[in-house]
């Protein structure tokens, strides 16, 4: 996680989290780091070699009420081992009271303080997918996404190809729309790539000649869907004997990093006569076979090699056969 200022999440996911602010707004420029959250109940205990002050610190009653169990001297001390650090954010669950002295400690070092209404439990987990996903990259590329038999597949290749038009006729097959022309993609997990469409265009989409139409509006809510896992990139390249090499074969899979994420990919040479959308399915049916073990060129090519040892074998014994 390359670094989300605490403003961010308080304006991205402030209402989402119920957050209120309760220490000054100069707060929010911390930077935070990991999307991992921490309870600093040990730390008040007096254990530190371990404490974790690069994430956001949750108190909820388990801290608050162990706090009330101090006084004087130990009171003050527990509060001072957990507010040497250069704590990020401190988050108070369940609107409890803050611990007296809490907030003039934290004020001291420029640390933001919230209260949220919410469980601390369930305002963890809330907390934590939203940090993943002001983490998550992000990038946007030209091309039509489409959703063929449950295989995420973008079309991509130069403006006036037939991306669209491909897309169009995938949809009259059954198939459904993701985002044309503005993709939107999102890094979800280590290797999990999310597409969606563009918030303004929508299932919309562009056809040269005819103009604008609405795709979930003209083929109804199953022809679109509003993200889809990438899996497969088909790129649509116009056909040149001198500039085009294309694989006949398959038996080695070419990838494409997107987002550090390699991704399958498949080239379509494009000339007259081509059926795209056909293609489109063929690829789609063949990384399937393939995710379920099934490899039909390395399968193809170990039969052929078994034929060429045994023909091989075959003119061997003729040739020693002299009777």
Same mark, same amino acid.
């Given at each position: ?45 007096? #254990?530190?070699? #371990? ?14 009420? #162990? ?81 063929? #038999? ?10 006036? %190809? ?88 398959? %038996? ?17 040479? %494009? ?53």
């Amino acid at each position: 996680m390359p670094g989300t200022r605490v403003r961010r999440i308080f304006e991205d996911f402030g209402d989402r989290l119920q957050l209120a602010l309760i220490s000054p707004e100069s707060s929010l420029d911390r930077v935070i780091t990991t999307v991992d959250v921490h309870r600093p109940g040990l730390a008040m205990a007096g #254990y530190t070699d #371990y404490f974790l002050d690069e994430r956001v610190q949750i108190l909820g009653e388990t801290e608050i009420s #162990y706090l009330r169990t101090l006084q004087g001297d130990e009171y003050a001390a527990a509060l001072d081992r957990v507010c040497q650090f250069p704590l990020v954010c401190v988050i108070i669950t369940k609107s409890l009271t803050p611990p007296e002295g809490l907030l003039e400690r934290l004020e001291r070092h420029g640390t933001a303080v919230f209260r949220t209404p919410m469980d601390t439990t369930p305002f963890i987990h809330e907390l934590t997918e939203c940090l993943r996903r002001a983490a998550a990259l992000t990038t946007t590329v030209h091309g039509t996404m489409v959703d063929v #038999y449950g295989v995420g597949l973008l079309l991509a290749g130069p403006s006036g %190809i037939g991306k669209s038009e491909c897309a169009l006729d995938l949809v009259e097959r059954g198939h459904r729309l993701v985002a044309d022309d503005s993709v939107t993609i999102t890094k979800k997990e280590e290797d999990i790539l999310i597409a969606t469409g563009n918030e303004l265009l929508r299932h919309h989409m562009e056809l040269r000649g005819i103009g604008i139409i609405d795709i979930c509006t003209m083929f109804g809510i199953r022809a679109v869907r509003a993200m889809k896992r990438l899996e497969v990139v088909v790129n649509l390249e116009e056909w040149s004997e001198d500039q085009l090499h294309v694989d006949r074969i398959g %038996i080695d899979d070419h990838t494409r990093e997107i987002l550090g994420v390699e991704i399958n990919t498949a080239v379509i040479p %494009i000339y007259p006569g081509k059926n795209l959308s056909v293609l489109s399915e063929v690829i789609a049916l063949n990384y399937l076979q393939k995710a379920y073990g099934y490899h039909p060129a390395r399968e193809f090519n170990d039969r052929l090699k078994k034929w060429m040892k045994k023909q091989a074998e075959l003119r061997n014994m003729h040739h020693h056969d002299r009777e």
